[in-house]
């Protein structure tokens, strides 16, 4: 078994509120969930309106499977059209 972990850092530079913030999160969390059966949270910048940070998480039996599904799910992230992609790392357990 193995886990993967991506830390997503994301810039939303038209979010003008929270509210802005988590209606852009929600949409993209949403799509990506959907699509792929992965975990997907925001793990920080939760009182900033313009940035946060999504980790995503996908169990598999094999590290190609793993890596492949996140790569997919970050895919997305950069074709989104509201947030600009500032970093990320990729990890397994």
């Not at 929600?26 to 990506?32: A, K």
Request: with cysteine; hydrophobic share 45%; proline share 2%.
């Amino acid at each position: 078994m193995v886990v993967a972990v991506y830390t997503v850092a994301l810039l939303i530079p038209e979010s003008h509120s929270l509210k802005d913030k988590r209606r852009v999160l929600m949409s993209l969390r949403s799509q990506i969930t959907k699509k792929f059966n992965v975990s997907i949270a925001e793990i920080d910048h939760h009182d900033l309106w313009q940035k946060a940070t999504f980790g995503i998480a996908c169990v598999a039996t094999e590290q190609r499977h793993a890596n492949q599904v996140l790569d997919q799910a970050v895919n997305i992230m950069y074709q989104f059209p509201l947030l600009d992609v500032i970093s990320c790392h990729k990890e397994f357990v």
